[in-house]
Protein backbone atom coordinates (compact mmCIF):
# COMPACT_ATOMS: atom_id res chain seq x y z
CA UNK A 1 0.00 0.00 0.00
CA UNK A 2 1.38 3.39 -1.14
CA UNK A 3 1.76 6.00 1.32
CA UNK A 4 2.77 9.63 0.92
CA UNK A 5 4.46 12.13 3.51
CA UNK A 6 4.87 15.80 2.59
CA UNK A 7 7.64 17.93 4.17
CA UNK A 8 8.18 21.53 3.40
CA UNK A 9 6.31 24.79 2.43
CA UNK A 10 5.92 27.82 4.70
CA UNK A 11 5.98 31.19 4.29
CA UNK A 12 7.73 33.72 1.37
CA UNK A 13 7.39 37.10 0.36
CA UNK A 14 6.55 37.42 -3.60
CA UNK A 15 9.08 36.54 -5.51
CA UNK A 16 10.75 34.09 -3.31
CA UNK A 17 11.17 30.02 -3.48
CA UNK A 18 10.00 27.04 -1.80
CA UNK A 19 10.43 23.49 -1.90
CA UNK A 20 7.97 21.16 -1.78
CA UNK A 21 9.08 16.91 -0.60
CA UNK A 22 7.09 13.93 -1.03
CA UNK A 23 8.26 10.56 0.55
CA UNK A 24 6.89 7.54 -1.35
CA UNK A 25 6.46 4.31 0.81
CA UNK A 26 5.31 1.12 0.19
CA UNK A 27 5.63 1.51 -3.69
CA UNK A 28 6.73 -1.74 -6.28
CA UNK A 29 7.92 -0.24 -9.48
CA UNK A 30 5.12 -0.08 -11.88
CA UNK A 31 3.50 2.27 -13.91
CA UNK A 32 2.34 5.43 -12.19
CA UNK A 33 1.29 8.86 -12.29
CA UNK A 34 2.43 11.29 -9.24
CA UNK A 35 1.29 15.03 -8.88
CA UNK A 36 1.17 18.17 -6.42
CA UNK A 37 -2.25 19.40 -6.72
CA UNK A 38 -3.05 22.55 -3.80
CA UNK A 39 -6.26 23.98 -3.01
CA UNK A 40 -7.05 27.49 -1.63
CA UNK A 41 -9.37 29.05 0.45
CA UNK A 42 -12.97 28.32 -0.70
CA UNK A 43 -11.78 26.98 -4.22
CA UNK A 44 -11.11 23.50 -5.59
CA UNK A 45 -8.18 21.16 -5.45
CA UNK A 46 -6.21 22.01 -8.67
CA UNK A 47 -3.57 20.10 -10.38
CA UNK A 48 -0.81 22.34 -11.15
CA UNK A 49 2.11 19.78 -11.52
CA UNK A 50 2.02 15.80 -12.91
CA UNK A 51 4.90 13.22 -13.61
CA UNK A 52 4.46 9.68 -14.62
CA UNK A 53 6.66 6.55 -15.26
CA UNK A 54 7.34 7.09 -18.70
CA UNK A 55 9.36 10.48 -17.80
CA UNK A 56 6.33 12.70 -18.99
CA UNK A 57 5.81 15.84 -17.13
CA UNK A 58 2.75 18.15 -17.41
CA UNK A 59 2.33 21.63 -15.60
CA UNK A 60 -0.69 23.84 -15.11
CA UNK A 61 -0.08 27.16 -17.34
CA UNK A 62 -0.56 29.00 -14.17
CA UNK A 63 2.78 27.19 -12.81
CA UNK A 64 4.28 26.80 -16.55
CA UNK A 65 7.91 28.16 -16.24
CA UNK A 66 7.76 28.78 -12.39
CA UNK A 67 7.42 25.50 -10.67
CA UNK A 68 9.71 21.97 -11.38
CA UNK A 69 8.41 18.86 -10.81
CA UNK A 70 10.99 16.09 -10.02
CA UNK A 71 11.20 12.66 -9.12
CA UNK A 72 14.59 10.79 -7.62
CA UNK A 73 15.87 8.26 -9.34
CA UNK A 74 15.00 5.39 -6.67
CA UNK A 75 11.35 7.18 -7.22
CA UNK A 76 10.83 7.36 -3.47
CA UNK A 77 10.95 11.07 -3.01
CA UNK A 78 8.56 13.60 -5.51
CA UNK A 79 9.54 17.12 -5.26
CA UNK A 80 8.14 20.60 -6.02
CA UNK A 81 10.56 23.53 -6.63
CA UNK A 82 8.46 26.34 -7.04
CA UNK A 83 10.15 29.80 -7.69
CA UNK A 84 8.90 33.33 -8.11
CA UNK A 85 5.96 32.69 -5.99
CA UNK A 86 2.99 34.72 -6.45
CA UNK A 87 -0.25 35.79 -4.41
CA UNK A 88 -2.15 33.28 -6.05
CA UNK A 89 0.31 30.69 -6.02
CA UNK A 90 -1.44 30.30 -1.63
CA UNK A 91 -2.96 27.42 -0.86
CA UNK A 92 -2.28 24.04 1.00
CA UNK A 93 -0.55 21.68 -1.88
CA UNK A 94 -1.26 17.87 -1.50
CA UNK A 95 0.91 15.24 -3.36
CA UNK A 96 -1.17 12.82 -4.98
CA UNK A 97 -0.90 8.82 -6.46
CA UNK A 98 -2.47 7.11 -9.29
CA UNK A 99 -1.59 3.82 -11.05
CA UNK A 100 -1.09 4.14 -14.59
CA UNK A 101 1.10 6.78 -16.12
CA UNK A 102 -1.94 8.69 -18.39
CA UNK A 103 -2.16 11.82 -15.63
CA UNK A 104 -5.20 13.34 -14.60
CA UNK A 105 -6.56 16.50 -13.23
CA UNK A 106 -9.22 15.15 -11.84
CA UNK A 107 -8.46 14.51 -7.80
CA UNK A 108 -10.95 11.61 -7.94
CA UNK A 109 -8.39 9.33 -10.21
CA UNK A 110 -6.10 9.53 -7.56
CA UNK A 111 -5.57 6.82 -5.07
CA UNK A 112 -3.31 8.04 -2.76
CA UNK A 113 -3.17 11.58 -0.75
CA UNK A 114 -0.24 13.53 1.19
CA UNK A 115 -1.95 14.92 4.29
CA UNK A 116 -1.23 18.73 2.99
CA UNK A 117 1.69 20.97 3.51
CA UNK A 118 0.43 24.92 3.86
CA UNK A 119 2.15 27.48 1.24
CA UNK A 120 1.78 31.07 2.38
CA UNK A 121 2.96 34.43 0.12
CA UNK A 122 3.23 37.58 1.20
CA UNK A 123 2.61 40.58 -1.65
Known amino acids: QVQLVESGGGAVQAGGSLRLSCAVY????????MAWFRQGSGKEREGVAF???????LYDDSVKGRFTVSLDNAETNLSLQMDNLKPEDIGMYYC?????????????????WGQGTQVAVSS
Open 96 to 112: AFKWRPNCSGRPSDYTT
Open 26 to 33: GYTYSSYC
Open 51 to 57: ISSDGNT
